[in-house]
C-alpha cells in the first residue's frame, strides 16, 4: 500500500524553527515530483513548496520563499520541508504529496490537482 507519513509539526514561537519530514513507503517516490501543501482554518489548502524528482529544481509560494528550503533524502525515500523564520500566519496543517504521472527532472507541479497521492498531515502552531 502507498502510503505518506508526516511528521515534525508542532508548537514553536515566532521566529523559530520546524522541519517536517515525510517518508513514503510502499514504493520508491525517487522518481516523482513531491510537494508540501498546508491548510489553515477556514482557509482552502495552498501550495509550499516542491521538487522534482531529480531534486535539482525547487519551486516556493511567494509567502515561504527565503525562509523553507525543500529538499529529498533518496535513500531514505523522505522529502523534508526546513522551516525557518516562522510566522503566527504559517499556522496550519503540513501534507505532504506526490504524484504517478510523469515529470520531466526539472518540473514539479504547484497545484493540488496535480498530486495524487496524499498523506495524513502534521500540524504546526506558531505563536506570536
Known amino acids: 500500500q502507498v502510503q505518506l507519513v508526516e511528521s515534525g509539526g508542532g508548537l514553536v514561537q515566532a521566529g523559530g524553527s520546524l522541519r517536517l519530514s515525510c517518508a513514503a513507503s510502499g514504493r520508491t517516490f525517487s522518481s516523482n515530483p513531491m510537494g508540501w501543501f498546508r491548510q489553515a482554518p477556514g482557509k482552502e489548502r495552498e501550495f509550499v513548496a516542491s521538487i522534482s524528482w531529480s531534486g535539482v529544481f525547487a519551486y516556493y509560494a511567494d509567502s515561504v520563499k527565503g525562509r523553507f528550503t525543500i529538499s529529498r533524502d533518496y535513500a531514505k525515500n523522505t522529502v523534508l520541508l526546513q522551516m525557518n523564520g516562522l510566522r503566527p500566519e504559517d499556522t496550519a496543517i503540513y501534507y505532504c504529496?506526490?504524484?504517478?504521472?510523469?515529470?520531466?527532472?526539472?518540473?514539479?507541479?504547484?497545484?493540488?490537482?496535480?498530486?495524487?497521492?496524499w498523506g495524513q498531515g502534521t500540524q504546526v502552531t506558531v505563536s506570536a
Open positions: 504529496a506526490s504524484t504517478r504521472a510523469v515529470y520531466s527532472g526539472s518540473d514539479s507541479p504547484t497545484s493540488s490537482l496535480e498530486y495524487d497521492i
